[in-house]
């Protein structure tokens, strides 16, 4: 991630299929600065789990510079770019509100910070779905993000898997 001039605006770009890295490096080699923010996602292969980076916003990359300096038109013809988000016939700027708390969230490489670290033993609620607002211990932590918990229920412990973005750390 390029330092940007703090006049100028954010823009979302369109990449090429697998040309995001071709895109934000001849974006970068021309001045402007990019932000490409990812994650870690873990994904099924066969029959074993693999963890990789991925783009938060796949297929996209975010762009900053100045629109009355009129170089919209160089970021549409770089390399690996499809064309900028636009509607009607100037680029639309993203919000900067939105891109400064996103870079907030991430580190300087633009790899999100994960929200916590969740660890066997700890007491957690659940978010989402039938059981929200119930608080439960972590058993165990799988390869898939797929997290084991113990749930209290009706005098007695209940085992069950839930995603790890369903549960928030309860302060003991």
């Not at 299929?17 to 080699?29: D, F, H, W």
């Not at 975010?62 to 499809?82: H, Q, Y």
């Not at 490489?109 to 972590?138: H, M, Y």
Request: glycine share 6%; proline share 6%; with cysteine.
């Amino acid at each position: 991630m390029a330092e940007h001039d703090p006049d100028a605006s954010w823009f979302l770009a369109q990449v090429k299929p697998n040309s995001v890295n071709i895109a934000k490096r001849n974006l970068e080699r021309q001045g402007f600065a990019t932000f490409l923010p990812t994650a870690e996602e873990t994904r099924k292969r066969g029959s074993r789990f693999v963890t990789a980076e991925r783009p938060l916003f796949p297929g996209y990359i975010f762009v900053a510079f100045d629109v009355a300096e009129g170089l919209w038109r160089a970021v549409n013809s770089t390399a690996g770019i499809t064309r900028l988000v636009s509607f009607g016939r100037e680029p639309a700027p993203v919000p900067r509100d939105l891109v400064d708390q996103l870079m907030r969230r991430c580190e300087a490489s633009g790899r999100l910070i994960p929200a916590e670290a969740l660890r066997e033993g700890d007491r957690v609620r659940v978010t989402k779905g039938p059981f929200a607002d119930f608080v439960a211990e972590i058993e165990t932590i799988a390869p898939d993000r797929r997290v084991w918990v113990l749930i209290e229920i009706m005098g007695g412990q209940t085992r069950m898997a839930v995603g790890a973005d369903q549960l928030r750390s309860v302060e003991r």
